[in-house]
């Protein structure tokens, strides 16, 4: 069943997870007493995958969680995207992702957790038959549940997504939030000549999940939204009247922070998983 992709306050939107189940559970606990919690919807900001120890139980918390809590929703981050795109999830498997995910991802932890051990990486052709061996390990659930996560979910005064909308495409705001609504990418966005998004244009990898690093910390705003990103990890969360970072943890070190959004104006209050 697709998930919701519209939420209706209150919205506690959730930083990226990695795998560190231990992290989720904690701010959880906090989460639970707090008077929001009987009538709010759940948004996790993606990368449920990689860098923690378990990815697998993290997922399926995260899909407990949101059949807890009806209206929740979770979006896709560029770690669930690479595994989902390596591991043949979508399908079709581009050698840019079997190659990048091997090369440039945390991907050890996620396949301990599934398959109980890590990937050889002898020649091309066995890590291809590794990634076959994780995707087979994985409940079919999981698999179902990674490949089907949205690229967007929205509020009336926010937008939830992995990293933020990309001032380095021709295309303007309301474009890209229809782009990301379909799940769309190369065949409808064009990079802008003359940057870093042109220079190293991929049609595999859309620039909402990562690929544009400015998105992230300046998005090409959308006026009387406010984007809720995750991605880059921050020191503490990060508010302007644009865009709200929330990736205190990176999957690496606690807090794992979330955001309480009361309704379309109020400011956010922020919850931790320690302190």
């Not at 939420?7 to 989720?24: K, M, N, R, S, T």
């Not at 229809?178 to 990898?205: I, N």
Request: hydrophobic share 40%.
């Amino acid at each position: 069943m697709p998930l919701p992709t519209q939420l209706d306050y209150p919205v506690i939107a959730v930083g990226d997870l990695h795998g560190q189940l231990g992290f989720l559970d904690r701010l959880l606990a906090k989460l639970r007493t707090h008077e929001v919690w009987p009538t709010a919807r759940l948004v996790f900001l993606g990368d449920l995958v990689d860098r923690g120890r378990d990815v697998k139980g993290t997922v399926q918390r995260v899909m407990d969680l949101l059949a807890e809590k009806p209206g929740s929703t979770c979006v896709m981050g560029n770690h669930d995207f690479a595994l989902a795109n390596a591991a043949g999830l979508l399908g079709e498997r581009p050698v840019f992702w079997t190659d990048k995910y091997r090369d440039s991802y945390d991907h050890v932890p996620t396949f301990r957790s599934y398959t109980g051990f890590g990937p050889v990486y002898s020649t091309d052709d066995e890590w291809l038959r590794e990634l076959d061996d994780l995707r087979e390990a994985m409940p079919e659930s999981h698999r179902e549940f990674l490949r089907g996560l949205p690229w967007l979910a929205e509020a009336s005064g926010h937008l939830f997504l992995h990293n933020g909308l990309s001032a380095e495409l021709n295309e303007p705001a309301e474009i890209q939030l229809h782009a990301l609504r379909m799940r769309r990418w190369a065949d409808v966005m064009t990079p802008k000549l003359g940057t870093k998004s042109a220079e190293k244009w991929q049609p595999s990898y859309p620039a909402w999940f990562g690929a544009d690093k400015l998105a992230n910390v300046n998005p090409l705003p959308v006026p009387g939204r406010v984007q809720v990103v995750g991605h880059v990890k921050v020191d503490a969360p990060e508010v302007n009247a644009i865009r709200i970072r929330l990736d205190t943890s990176g999957g690496v070190a606690e807090p794992l922070t979330a955001a309480v959004l009361r309704s379309a104006s109020a400011p956010p209050e922020f919850v931790t998983s320690n302190g």
